[in-house]
């Protein structure tokens, strides 16, 4: 295919997909009806409601005002109103089909028919700033004109794990609050955007910036994250602000017309809708570095905040614990975990509360997936009842710090109740931990996860 037809392929692809009743997705809709099937004999037999509903239905009606997610729903795991995670259970491919990509909103998805500012004809990147030498306007073909690079990374919610602080022994859980994530809210993809090595390279940054400012405002007017502008520096050919995913065009959950892309950062970085990117030599405190997205707890104290930091619909004492920034290293194995202890369990889960899933006896692989961005990934050792823990083999491929890896472990399972657990090691040493302290958002929850199954 030549490049001007794959462009319109794409294109053809993504419109498609916001009227939300192409072929491809109702050929998706068996696929997963299917895989729900599976997962659902896995768990003890019973059809999960989103198989009973997965008929195709006719492309006609026009879809609602306000339609919070865009994605056709049976494929991935409905958390709430605004938010899905990926069937962590079924994953098997090394990319995250985008249909199956986790989204994480704080508010709907806003579209182009809402917004016209997302339309790619309407969109405008404002870069300036009190640090910023030539402030500029980017339209969307701008964008698209200057240096483009992409990265294969994952993208994770600092929230992923939230379950763990629930359902685990020892993690105190009781005083963690938000949506129930248990191991999905992390997908990998290929991200193709601008580096914010091109960025500062054209506008030109004076000396003594301290924070960039990525901010949409378009979903919520409080939807931006300050960072520091030295950790931006560290990332700057690694980062970058974002077009396209797996090749396409973004979609609307995922942030079109354009988002920001911080690989290995909690995905809050990753601010989706992106209209402005400012840098100044002040620090700055918002909602998503003050009291959303920070780790608040005991063991962790509260930054300082300066007279001259600047405030954008927060004060000082809404500082309330560190930012997170890097994701920590993790894994799982692709069973679902049992939710007892949670307070819901999400709408079409493969498992009702305090089921436990079923393996069959007899020698078999286990699979999952381990990531540590910051370092990368050692390792990865998988151990059962409490027993030694043994190493678990690497499946290529292995592309570098920022993407995950698939690994697969023998196990020869005996009929009765187990425990699995997986822990990943980083580059640095680092091993997961079997508890990690409480914070009250339950953000970053790290901790080596323990999957109950029952063989029979
Ligand atoms: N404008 C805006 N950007 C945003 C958010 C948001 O609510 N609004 N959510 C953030 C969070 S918490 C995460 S985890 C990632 C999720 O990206 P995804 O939905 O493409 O997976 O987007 C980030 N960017
Ligand atoms: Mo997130």
Redesign the pocket.
Known sequence: MSERKQREEAERLATDVLKNGTNAQRRGLFVSAAAFGAAAMLAGGTTPASAQTAAPTPAAAPPPARRPILKDDSRVLNIGATVRSGNYWNFKTFMTPVEE???????ATPTAEQRPILARENWKLRIHGTSVERPIELSYNDLLGMRSRSIIAT?????NGRTLFWEQDGLSGQQVAGGNWVMG?V?QAEWQYVPMSEIFARVGIKPGARTVLFW?G???ND??RPMPYSDVVSLQDDMGVCFAMNGNPLIP???APV?MVVPGW???A????LTEIRVTDRRVWSRLNTRG?VYIGPTYARPEFAPDDEFIGVTADDIQGPMVTWMPPKSFITVPLVLERSPSVPANYPLQRGQVPRLSAGQQDLTGYAWAPQHGVRGVEVRIDGGAWQQATIRPPNLGKYTWVRFTAPWNATAGQHVIETRTTDNSGTTQPTTVPLNSLGMANWAIPKFRVEVA
């Not at 990509?101 to 704080?106: A, E, K, S």
């Not at 990753?270 to 809708?273: L, P, T």
Request: aromatic share 12%; with cysteine.
């Open positions: 990509f986790y989204v994480r909103n704080h508010y993208m994770e919610c600092h929230g809210a997908g949409s378009v979903d919520g939807m931006g959950d995922h942030g988002r909690g995905g809050t990753s601010i989706k809708w997205e």
